[in-house]
């Protein structure tokens, strides 16, 4: 789950990072009264969405009147700001924090994440900070230095300084430096978060040392005991099917494609995937109904996939084993009543009571096209698909 600048920033400054003076805002009126609350004469105006490179979208203004503040609002609330972390869709802006301006002598990186492959935290770190750390890692990997941290012990304080002079901090900076690697680091640990990065950490022309950006993202399978973390997600900045999959108990990613999946189990749905696509066809999301698809459940999900106007026709693909076919067929049969199917549907089912399964399908009489294996169910999927595509011209 990832989380807006400001709200990452809150959160840092509780653990001793220290934060430029800012404030929210989500109607021009607001955002001209936050550049007057704020001291100084100049203001930077952030959209707020949950992406990086929204500069190079045109995301951050720099501005040095209250009318330019006013103008920069005006331009960015309701906007779409595309970038290559969006995708074309892009992402509407509905709020922005307003930040004090900063004279800026030094910019750099600064991040936190888990690395799985050695089950360590391990903490990143570079002087060329303000630009892509995956831009840097390509063109001068030696700029990029790492340390591993070992959970059960934490970060130490030599480790913490050992990153401090590799990012070129000198001893006036030291103290101020170690604390803030060492709050950062805590609030990776406590809050359970994934990532944690700093983009440009700056140090300013009065040698102080500020997060002049902030990126957090959690672990969604912890959210249940970090309710405070919980609340702060934007629901405005996620996919809508992928809101309603979760307020489901469904586990959905929208793609790009335009054959809907439903199918039980996260490995047979990617094998899935991985078959329509070998067949000439692109799916259109990831839906891992489970193991207990009730008739209800199992007629959300059709809900959902058919939500994507995108769809030209959908795959169910059941291996059952907990579940039963003959329950995902009556599931199936009474979806397809309710729901005023207008794309082509394949069933392929197998595993418990499947012959049950397929009699149910064959006997109720709607245009329903079945398959005994993937690869067929594959193929017959994008015919149906390639079909509905040439009917609508």
């Not at 005006?74 to 969006?86: N, R």
């Not at 030291?174 to 406590?190: E, F, P, Q």
Request: proline letters at 2%.
């Amino acid at each position: 789950m990832d989380i807006h600048e400001y709200q990452a920033k809150e959160i840092l400054a509780e653990y001793g990072v220290k934060i430029a003076e800012g404030g929210l805002a989500y109607t021009v009126e607001e955002a001209v009264q936050r550049s007057r609350e704020i001291d100084g004469n100049v203001w930077v105006v952030k959209a707020q969405i949950h992406s990086g490179a929204r500069g190079k979208a045109g995301g951050i203004k720099v501005c040095r009147t209250h009318d330019e503040v006013e103008a920069a609002a005006e331009a960015l609330l309701g906007k779409k700001l595309v970038t290559h972390q969006t995708g074309p869709a892009g992402k509407i802006c509905s709020r922005l924090y307003i930040e004090a301006g900063t004279d800026i002598a030094r910019e750099l990186y600064l991040s936190f994440m888990i690395d799985r492959s050695h089950e360590r935290v391990i903490m990143v770190g570079s002087a060329q900070g303000g630009m892509e750390i995956e831009s840097l890692a390509a063109t001068n990997p030696k700029a990029i230095v790492k340390i591993h941290v070992e959970p059960a012990v934490g970060l130490q304080d030599f480790q913490a300084r050992t990153m401090a002079f590799a990012l070129g901090l000198g001893e006036d900076l030291l103290n101020h430096a170690v604390k803030t690697i060492k709050g950062c680091y805590r609030a990776l640990r406590d809050l359970d978060a994934n990532i944690l990065e700093i983009n440009p950490l700056v140090v300013t022309k009065s040698n102080e040392l500020i997060a002049l950006d902030a990126k957090m993202s959690f672990d969604e399978n912890a959210l249940f005991r970090r309710h405070r973390i919980a609340e702060l997600r934007d629901k405005t900045q996620i996919d809508s099917r992928e809101v309603a999959a979760a307020e489901a108990s469904l586990s959905y990613v929208g793609l790009d494609g335009d054959i809907g999946c439903m199918i039980n189990g996260a490995g047979l749905a990617m094998a899935t995937m991985d078959m329509i696509k070998l067949a000439g066809g692109e799916p259109a999301n990831f839906l891992d109904v489970g193991g207990g698809a009730s008739a209800e459940r199992t007629e959300k999900a059709f809900r959902l996939v058919l939500a994507d106007a995108g769809v030209k026709a959908m795959l169910v693909n059941i291996f059952a084993g907990i579940n039963r076919c003959d329950w995902i067929a009556e599931g199936v049969v009474q979806a397809v009543r309710n729901i005023d199917m207008k794309v082509p549907l394949v069933v392929r089912l197998s595993g418990t009571n499947v012959e049950e399964g397929r009699k149910i399908i064959a006997d109720s009489g709607l245009p329903i096209i079945t398959a005994e294996t993937l690869a067929e169910a594959a193929e017959k999927v994008v015919q149906a698909r390639n079909e509905m595509v040439a009917k609508q011209g």
